[in-house]
């Protein structure tokens, strides 16, 4: 088959960590023998067609140099609140769209599949049917929030052939603010490099936690959790991962706590530098609000780290089990020191946490992953109901 993929992030060099998880998945798709074209936004003036690991890469360009700066940066969503950033957002989606079609006749594509709902979903609904969209986080997030984005992404997932979300809460979340069919989604996550994951935790190492430093990454609960067991007798260390807006008040928060010796502050990490940073953790703490997957959490359970998440965390429910390899909690420092607690004392957590680990290796490693999406390419390209 030969699949247009539409995304507003796929790396531009090696190393680089924006929309690799999509990379992955088309460089297993061609493995498999697909054709795939892949369609993304320029960055500061380098755009253009460019072979990308064998797999050719159009850098569309949409604005002058100095203002294509909408992708790669995480920052789409704040440049939409101002004039420039929709202008230049239109732009985008609207030559993004003309790229698409004008592939869809050169290529011959089968179908295209597009990653967000915006500006890639938009897009790949102005270039013509048929098209999938896989919903990752942030746009869902976008629709509880605006009301003109879910009059929108109402139009853009009721003319897709097939919509996927990365967990089960994505879904739900989408299909009840987009009020769309929640038995039309289909929920699966993009693969997982696991092949730097290949050690298994020794422990020892205390808590590990690793984000960026926002607020809904809910640090201060964690900090918080770690004084309880502190008070209760049980002093652990505390490993930090990730840098942020919101560093300054967590490490203002380390004093006020008195963890000053037990908390240390790593700053923002190489992804290859990730498994040996966590690999002998004795718990993987995740308090975060809303995750669309939670792939931290996975990594961690990959190294064999059993893993602490809240309740409403989002897609980390997917992830992490509620005994076990993990707990899942209320977002509650007590409740996180009690999880934490229970899981350095379980001699068995380790080894449950290692077997889950490996459940997820192989339902989410590249080929597998690749495979189920070519089994919902050929249901939309035979025109079934995906």
């Known amino acids: 088959m030969n699949v247009g993929v539409l995304t507003h992030a796929y790396p531009r060099h090696d190393g680089d960590v924006a929309g690799a998880f999509i990379e992955r998945l088309v460089l297993a798709l061609a493995a498999r023998g697909h054709g795939v074209h892949v369609v993304a936004p320029a960055d500061v003036g380098r755009g253009g067609k460019e072979l990308r690991h064998q797999v050719p890469v159009t850098r569309v360009r949409y604005a002058p140099a100095h203002r294509e700066t909408l992708a790669y940066r995480g920052t789409m969503v704040a440049a939409a609140r101002s004039l420039a950033g929709v202008v230049w957002g239109a732009s985008l989606v609207w ?63 009721r003319g897709a052939a097939a919509v996927t979300a990365v967990s089960s809460d994505l879904a739900d979340r989408a299909a009840r603010m987009a009020r769309v069919d929640r038995e039309g989604i289909v929920v699966q996550p993009m693969p997982i490099d696991a092949g730097r994951f290949t050690r298994t935790s020794r422990g ?25 067991l502190r008070a209760a007798g049980q002093t652990l260390p505390l490993t930090i991962v990730g840098d942020g807006a919101e560093r300054p008040r967590l490490e203002r928060c380390v ?39 939670g792939l931290a ?59 889950a ?30």
Do not use: C
């Open 95 to 157: 030559r993004q769209a003309r790229t698409v079609a004008r592939l869809r006749v050169e290529q011959g594509l089968d179908l295209v599949h597009a990653h967000w709902w915006v500006p890639g979903g938009v897009s790949a609904w102005l270039s013509g049917r048929p098209y999938v969209v896989t919903l990752h986080g942030m746009d869902v997030v976008l629709l509880e929030r605006s009301t003109a984005a879910r009059v929108a992404a109402r139009r853009v997932l």
């Open 297 to 355: 959490a996975a990594e961690a359970l990959l190294l064999g780290v059993p893993v602490v998440a809240a309740r409403d965390g989002g897609g980390v429910r997917d992830i992490v089990p509620e005994s076990g390899a993990g707990r899942l909690v209320a977002p509650d420092s007590r409740e996180i020191a009690r999880a934490i607690g229970e899981l350095v004392g379980d001699p068995d957590a380790r080894r449950l946490a290692a077997a």
């Open 204 to 228: 020892g190492g205390g808590v590990v936690t690793v984000g960026r430093l926002t607020s809904r990454k809910r640090l201060d609960l964690l900090l918080e959790a770690l004084a309880h």
């Open 357 to 386: 680990g490996a459940a997820l290796r192989q339902r989410l490693e590249p080929a597998a992953v690749a495979e189920r999406f070519e089994a919902l390419y050929r249901l939309v390209a035979s025109g079934r109901n995906a």
């Open 255 to 293: 004093t006020d706590l008195r963890l000053g010796g037990q908390v240390r502050f790593l700053g923002e990490t190489p992804p290859d530098r990730i498994p040996e940073t966590i690999s002998d953790a004795d718990v993987f703490a995740f308090p975060a609000l809303g995750e669309g997957f």
